[in-house]
């Protein structure tokens, strides 16, 4: 009961640690704060949604047009961000960031099938 309450906690800890930890650099979380790329994460956004939706057939070719330019460059900055992750989670495993370490060992007596066995005999 004590090694799976033990488990239960490690692995509690292993998920907060997992979802705290940022998956982008801090210099991209703040490019992605700027006023301009949250207009065009917006019209990127909506505009898949107007050409997934085919609503673009009520309207003009060249809103049509309009729509495909910010798709397009909404799915470049994905493209370019998910690099940018994939790059830094590489970077998050190799260093020392995500190990837990400082989890609290059970007593010897607990994890030890013979406690005594590693004694010397007098």
Known sequence: MQNKNN??????????KGFITPTLPDNIINIQSYPLI?????LGG???IFILGK??????VFTLYISMFFAF???IYHIVINCYRIKHIIKLIKSDKL???????PPPLLWSKYPFSNSVAV
């Open 55 to 60: 609503s673009y057939l009520n309207y003009s």
């Open 99 to 105: 190990d837990v370490r400082k989890a609290k060992q």
């Open 46 to 48: 909506l505009s898949f």
């Open 73 to 75: 460059l909404f799915t």
């Open 38 to 42: 949250r207009i065009l994460r917006f």
């Open 7 to 16: 488990f239960m906690l490690r692995l509690l800890k292993g998920f907060k």
